[in-house]
């Protein structure tokens, strides 16, 4: 009898076309896009089902569209087979799909806040003048210090934000330094360094006085205990709950993401399967670089979402 965990990717996970086969097939998904476009006051299902990609990819309409696709996947995941998943988790922005899921916040509020979110992030740098960048191959230790010595050198901001696997990392700051950190961690040894397709330096300090003003917006919503345990990406050994909730969440916003923590905490648990719930296939790819024993099912089409009910049911 395996022991379930589900996770929810983040920001950029989105492509054109996500969720648009649920949508076609379940009145659950196009009661969820409903439900987002009354929120927010625009046509999310055509963002999301026909673009175009330069619209979808600004930071902004990304947090609303991978949430809304992920609780549409989820929904109809719920409806479609029994699952008792014994924690949850989700990278960046699928901690709030994780924490609708679990019945700590609304949809509705959800949405609001992610909404927020993607706004805050964007006033926060010019546009442009920040990215983010994933190195691959490399241990945690170059990576950090590729960045200190950028910094130094360049005088701008550039740092580790993610700890995703033990040889995959991600970093944000200011554009020029982010792509000094490219060239250098190569010449240093990383297999591989790619700028991401994000329109804003997520999770680094450059967010620190956006932070704060998200502080006040987490304090007008209402946030409810979990059903199911939530691990946070800020630290993931305290739960969230209805006393710590907001603070993880606000603090989330400019610090590092310790996915790999996250999913050891899950393997901690007992949890031997993992199914990620939401476009793509990434957060799957980093769980078996993290403990290649673990089993990994993910919904995000009518193939997958067949094979994981198909899975369940034979439990």
């Known amino acids: 009898m395996c022991r379930l965990g589900i996770v929810f990717p983040g920001q950029g996970s989105q492509y054109v076309g996500m969720g648009k086969d649920f949508y076609g097939e379940f009145k659950e998904a196009r009661d969820t896009f409903a ?7 625009f ?5 999301c089902f026909e673009g175009p990609k330069k619209e979808l990819d600004l930071t902004i309409n990304t947090q609303t569209t991978v949430l809304t696709m ?6 109809i995941l719920g409806k479609e087979a029994d699952i008792k998943p014994a924690a949850m988790a989700g990278h ?3 901690e709030y799909s994780a924490l609708y899921a679990a019945g700590a916040i609304s949809f509705a509020d959800a949405l609001s806040l ?13 546009a442009r003048s920040g990215c983010m960048a994933a190195i691959m191959g490399a241990s945690k230790g170059l990576v950090e210090s590729t960045c200190r010595d950028i910094n130094k050198t360049n ?9 995703n696997s033990p040889n995959q990392f991600v970093i944000a700051g200011h554009t020029k330094a982010v792509e000094a950190v490219i060239i250098e961690a190569k010449e240093r040894g990383a ?16 967010l620190d006085q956006a932070s704060k003003k998200f502080e006040e917006d987490l304090s007008r919503v209402e946030i409810k205990d979990c059903a199911v345990k939530v691990i946070p990406n800020y630290d993931p050994f305290i739960l969230h709950s209805k006393e710590t909730t907001r603070e993880l969440l ?17 393997i901690e648990m007992g949890i031997d399967t993992i199914i990620e719930i939401g476009p793509k296939r990434t957060l799957s790819g980093l769980i078996k670089r993290i403990d290649k024993n673990i089993s990994t099912l993910n919904v995000e089409d009518m193939v997958s979402l067949k094979k994981t009910i198909n899975f369940i049911n034979d439990l």
């Open 191 to 206: 297999k591989r360094a790619v700028k991401l397709p994000i329109s804003v330096p997520c999770h680094c300090s450059l």
């Open 114 to 126: 992610v909404n927020i979110r993607g706004k805050y992030l964007e006033e926060a740098v010019p």
């Open 155 to 163: 005088g701008a901001v550039v740092e580790l934000v993610n700890a």
């Open 250 to 266: 606000a603090k989330q916003f400019n610090s590092l993401v310790r996915w790999q923590e996250t999913i050891e905490k899950m």
């Open 70 to 75: 992920t609780v549409a996947a989820y929904r």
């Open 35 to 41: 439900e987002a476009q009354e929120v927010l006051k």
């Open 43 to 47: 046509n999310i299902a055509e963002l």
């Open 92 to 94: 960046s922005l699928g």
